[in-house]
C-alpha cells in the first residue's frame, strides 16, 4: 500500500511544533525507539514500516516502500520503521524525590541525552521552561532512545513551580559549591541552564543553594562542560 499525498503532508507537517500541537501527534524512528513507546502507555495512531511481518497484533499499520520511508524519514539513513504516537496529557507536577528542572535548553540533542539520564538515574519527572525545545521534536525523540517513553516531560512556567514547592532547590552554577564536598539530599530540585547563558536570573533569584563540578585539569582553561555532560556528573552525585 503506498502512502497518500494526505499522510505524506501530514507526517511531513509534524516536523514542526505546531503541527504536533494542532495534531496531537508525534513521530518516532527505528526498530529500537518504537518499541519502546509499543511497549509503554503511548498510544500508536499508526506505524509505517516495509515490513510488518513483526508487528502482526497492530492494527493501524500500512506496509510502504524503502523509497516511501526516505521521503518521510528525518534520519540520514532511514530504518525500516517509522510510527505516529499521540502525545499524552499533561502530567500532574510531583513535589517528591529528584526533579530535574530545565531552564531554556535549546539543543535537541542536549534535551533528548537529559532526559535518557533522567531514565537512568531514576529521575521520573522532568520539568522544563515553556521555552525549552520541544521533547516531541523528531532529533529529542531520537536521541532520547525510546527514554522518553519512561520519563514524564512537563512544560511549566518554572518560576511559579519553584515558588510553590518546599524541597531544597540547587542551581548548577560555575561558582557553586564543590559538589564533591557537598551533602545532597535525596529529595530535592536541581535546575540546570541555558547552554550559554545558564540559568536566567530571575530563576536563579528563586534557589537557595548552588553546587559546580570542579575543574582539576592543570590549566583551568575549559569554559564550562556541556550541560548534558554536567546533568550526569550532577545526578549521579545526588543518587550515589
Known amino acids: 500500500m503506498s502512502l497518500s499525498k494526505n499522510q505524506l503532508k501530514l507526517i511531513?507537517?509534524?516536523?514542526?511544533?505546531?503541527?504536533?500541537?494542532?495534531?496531537?501527534?508525534?513521530?518516532?524512528?527505528?526498530?529500537?525507539?518504537?518499541?519502546?513507546?509499543?511497549?509503554?502507555?503511548?498510544?500508536?495512531?499508526?506505524?509505517?514500516?516495509?515490513?510488518?511481518?513483526?508487528?502482526?497484533?497492530?492494527?493501524?499499520?500500512?506496509?510502504i516502500s524503502e523509497a516511501e520511508l526516505r521521503k518521510i524519514s528525518v534520519l540520514k539513513t532511514p530504518n525500516t520503521i517509522l510510527g505516529l504516537f499521540k502525545i499524552p496529557s499533561i502530567s500532574e507536577l510531583k513535589n517528591e524525590g529528584l526533579i530535574l528542572v530545565l531552564d531554556e535548553i535549546n539543543d535537541p540533542g542536549n534535551l533528548g541525552t537529559i532526559i535518557r539520564l533522567c531514565d537512568w538515574f531514576g529521575v521520573n519527572q522532568l520539568i522544563c521552561s515553556t521555552n525549552?525545545?520541544?521533547?516531541?521534536?523528531?532529533?529529542?525523540?531520537?536521541?532520547?532512545?525510546?527514554?522518553?517513553?519512561?520519563?514524564?516531560?512537563?512544560?511549566t512556567n518554572i518560576e511559579t513551580y519553584l515558588e510553590a514547592t518546599n524541597l531544597p532547590k540547587y542551581a548548577s552554577l560555575m561558582d557553586g559549591e564543590n559538589v564533591y564536598k557537598t551533602v545532597l539530599p535525596k529529595n530535592a530540585i536541581l535546575v540546570m541552564g541555558n547552554e550559554a547563558n545558564g540559568i536566567s536570573s530571575s530563576v536563579l533569584k528563586l534557589l537557595k543553594n548552588s553546587i559546580s563540578i570542579p575543574r582539576f585539569g592543570k590549566l583551568q582553561q575549559t569554559e564550562s562542560l556541556n550541560v548534558a555532560t554536567a546533568t550526569a556528573i550532577l545526578l549521579s552525585e545526588f543518587k550515589r
Open 132 to 155: 525549552t525545545v520541544d521533547c516531541y521534536n523528531s532529533k529529542v525523540v531520537q536521541a532520547s532512545m525510546g527514554s522518553l517513553a519512561r520519563v514524564s516531560v512537563v512544560y
Open 12 to 63: 511531513t507537517s509534524l516536523q514542526q511544533k505546531k503541527y504536533r500541537t494542532k495534531n496531537n501527534l508525534f513521530i518516532a524512528e527505528g526498530i529500537k525507539v518504537v518499541n519502546e513507546f509499543l511497549n509503554s502507555n503511548f498510544k500508536v495512531e499508526q506505524l509505517l514500516c516495509v515490513d510488518k511481518s513483526a508487528y502482526k497484533n497492530i492494527e493501524n499499520i500500512t506496509v
